[in-house]
């Protein structure tokens, strides 16, 4: 049995990073032949606009990426406004993610949260609409319009809409109604897979085709020293596992924590939170359960485990402040293996 495609190297920018630094590492994933640049939004972060849009003035091949966005932020018709003038400027390069958000920080804003999946539902179905141009009525569980049309005609109709999925049900509702999936950082390729699955059966069962893209986030460190990139890449995934037991949704910490190596996890989080040092608290084993890192060489083998997964597109935030010589580590490879 042959094996599965490598899945297509693409880059997360998140918002940590100000516009002009996404701009450095956007060319330098396209001149690295990265397949996309995603922009990840969490409430009161920089928003995403911004850096994508001078991203995409700034390249030219590169697929962009806008992952996710929240209806509880932007209404449906808002999104189909914004994403549509989107991909005109970036000349049909656009890509929107939708998902529910972090239920923690929504609740700061006074939204309700307690229907995820039908705000997604809702923003899916008036989002994809307008953008075919169609005059939309929709009364819906969580968000409606009543007679909108977009005042210009989308310079495509068919955008693709992906939407962030981890719980049973999201991930159901994106077989039925999505074209791909994000499966959000900190996430073992186990449950990825347990995720594919749902995902086809879920399209079968309403005789689509299963949805084509299968995007996973993952925090990399890539340099010539293989230990060295294991260290930074430790210290990283050990803030975020911290901050992701503070703040992510039941489902986000369901995967985590039901799949991979769940004793092991345990054992870290219980290390991390007496105060020891990542170094100490995550071995090689785990890490790899939640970054990519080492040797470029390394770093691209490591795909084969989202290969066998199912991951079509493997989006790689780089650690570290020199994060356009970890792109340019791993294009220099891509390349060479090419030729």
């Known amino acids: 049995m042959s094996k599965p495609a490598r899945p297509a190297l693409a880059l997360r920018c998140h918002g940590g990073l100000t516009s002009r630094q996404c701009v450095e590492q956007a060319v330098a994933a396209e001149q690295a032949g990265f397949s996309t640049v995603w922009f990840a939004e969490n409430p009161f972060g920089r928003g995403a606009w911004p850096g994508a849009a001078a991203c995409a003035v700034a390249t030219r091949r590169v697929r962009i990426g806008l992952g996710i966005l929240n209806p509880h932020q932007r209404h449906p018709t808002l999104m189909a406004m914004e994403i549509a003038a989107f991909d005109e400027l970036s000349d049909g390069r656009a890509i929107l993610g939708i998902g529910a958000g972090i239920p923690s920080r929504i609740k700061q804003t006074h939204a309700p949260v307690d229907r995820p999946i039908a705000a997604v539902r809702d923003a899916v179905t008036i989002t994809r609409a307008l953008l075919r141009g169609e005059t939309v009525t929709h009364t819906g569980k969580m968000f409606s319009a009543d007679g909108v049309r977009l005042d210009f005609t989308p310079r495509r109709a068919n955008v693709p809409i992906l939407t962030a999925a981890m719980g049973p049900q999201a991930l159901t509702l994106c077989g039925e109604i999505a074209d791909g999936v994000i499966i959000s950082n900190l996430v073992p390729t186990a449950f990825t897979r347990r995720a594919v699955a749902l995902i086809r059966e879920a399209a ?20 010539e020293d293989g230990a060295e990139a294991r260290r930074i890449a430790k210290r990283s995934v050990a803030a975020m596992l911290i901050a992701y037991a503070r703040s992510a949704s039941a489902a986000t910490r369901a995967a985590m924590s039901e799949h991979g190596r769940p004793e092991d996890l345990e054992r870290a989080m219980s290390c991390l939170t007496r105060g020891e040092a990542a170094e100490g608290a995550i071995d090689d084993r785990l890490l790899a359960e939640y970054a990519i890192a080492g040797t470029p060489e390394e770093c691209l083998a490591q795909e084969e485990r989202y290969a066998e997964a199912g991951v079509t597109e493997l989006a790689i935030a780089p650690i570290g402040e020199r994060s356009c010589d970890d792109i340019a580590r791993l294009g220099r490879l891509i390349k060479s293996r090419a030729c």
């Open 204 to 223: 079968a069962r309403t005789n689509r085709p299963a949805p084509r893209e299968v995007v996973q986030y993952v925090p990399a460190a890539v340099r």
